[in-house]
């Protein structure tokens, strides 16, 4: 048997996976009813007309990277959000070849139409703008249940999940085109993948390979998306690969350097390899940070999360008081949300508050899986449930029609 087929062979869709793509469908039903009562905004159509330019006719004026101007910052957002329906009009180009002259959708548009001329053609043009969000937040999702089921076990995970699937802020972001969806995908897979490449380095060199590829990934994710969280993601790895890679600490410094360059070559790709536009993204002042309380107190008071507020505040007491709870897969996340949730973008809008919330449900679900170890475990599985159906039923009160 090749290896390949013998890793294939290995997957199981068994209960524990079942029951976390049951949750991720739950989370994919929001979505899409949440999408369902949205009209096409300004905004939207901004993200297409600049989006579609990118893959359809880039540098439409001299200097610029698109009619839009130079975007030096979350172009890949654009990328995503305008792909859908440049693949759809090319689709619908191909399909006029073999349709009656009366039936064809594009025959009466120019080439060049844009969006808005196509929102009578393309009437489904708001569900294809969401989809790529909505599939970046049900990969974060699948992100998130991966690294808290292999740290805490199944039932931290589905803590950690259920949670996640039930939070309005997630999902907001994950229903219309923006980079912060994005953003949160690549710096949680990026500081995980950092931990495993640091775990890695214990081993064979040929195992770091692929880990050092998947995290030049993730850090082109970051950078395309927020390039202000790339430098806190970059020292954030290196602090805890050094906190790992006992004996192999000399080498960390030149794997998040290979890492940063993969990932600087991957963004000018993202710029279609222009010069002219990728040289005005470091000119730009979009990786200003600051500080600020007002988007944690804003989160924590909003009735919507107030299940993940008890349990927030629960997990931070069981941490300090029980012992079993201090070890490195609880004290990491813990440590990464109480770096990110103060952080505000100054130069450019973003929302580093959603950046923050997968480490913290990733930290709940993990110190909530050590009290249902303890001798009042069942009590403490009954709590969690309780708080897990509160936040349910607060998350979905506030979908709107429902009420």
Request: net charge positive; aromatic share 12%; charged share 10%.
């Amino acid at each position: 048997m090749s290896p390949s087929f013998a890793k294939l062979r290995r997957f199981r869709f068994n209960l524990p996976q079942r029951i976390a793509a049951g949750l991720l469908l739950v989370f994919l039903g929001q979505g899409f009813w949440l999408t369902s009562h949205q009209t096409l905004t300004e905004r939207d159509y901004q993200y297409a007309r600049c989006g579609r330019e990118m893959w359809e006719r880039p540098s439409p004026l001299t200097g610029y990277f698109t009619s839009c101007g130079n975007i030096h910052d979350g172009v890949l957002a654009y990328r995503v959000a305008g792909l859908p329906l440049t693949l759809n009009v090319a689709w619908e180009r191909l399909a006029d070849n073999f349709r009656k002259p009366e039936d064809k959708v594009m025959q009466t548009l120019d080439v060049t139409a844009s969006t808005w001329e196509l929102r009578h053609q393309l009437t489904h043009i708001l569900l294809l703008l969401r989809l790529p969000f909505l599939a970046a937040g049900v990969a974060l999702g699948g992100a998130l249940w991966w690294v808290t089921r292999r740290l805490f076990g199944n039932l931290g995970g589905y803590t950690a999940l259920a949670l996640y699937v039930f939070s309005p802020a997630i999902l907001r972001a994950s229903i219309s085109p923006n980079p912060e969806i994005l953003t949160a995908l690549g710096f949680f897979g990026g500081l995980y993948t950092c931990i495993g490449v640091a775990h890695a380095m214990q081993g064979p060199r040929r195992k770091w390979r692929p880990r050092i590829v998947l995290l030049a990934m993730c850090f082109a994710l970051v950078a395309a998306s927020h390039i202000a969280a790339l430098p806190v993601l970059v020292a954030l790895g290196f602090v805890l690969m050094l906190w790992i890679a006992e004996g192999r600490r000399s080498q960390v410094l030149p794997v998040l350097l290979t890492a940063t360059v993969g990932a600087f070559v991957l963004l000018f790709a993202c710029y279609g390899f222009s010069a002219d536009a990728f040289s005005y993204f470091f000119r730009s002042d979009a990786a200003q940070l600051g500080l600020s309380l007002q988007p944690a107190r804003h989160f924590f008071s909003t009735l919507s999360n107030a299940g993940i507020t008890i349990a927030s505040a629960a997990a931070l007491l069981l941490y300090l008081g029980l012992r079993k709870t201090l070890y490195f897969g609880n004290t990491a996340p813990l440590l990464t949300t109480l770096l990110l949730i103060f952080l505000i973008t100054a130069a450019v809008p973003g929302n580093p508050l959603l950046w923050t919330l997968p480490f913290l449900l990733a930290f709940i679900g993990g110190v909530f899986a050590d009290a249902y170890e303890t001798p009042r475990g069942k009590l403490a599985l009954a709590a969690g449930g309780a708080i897990v159906l509160l936040q349910a039923i607060f998350c979905v009160l506030s979908l709107p029609g429902l009420l």
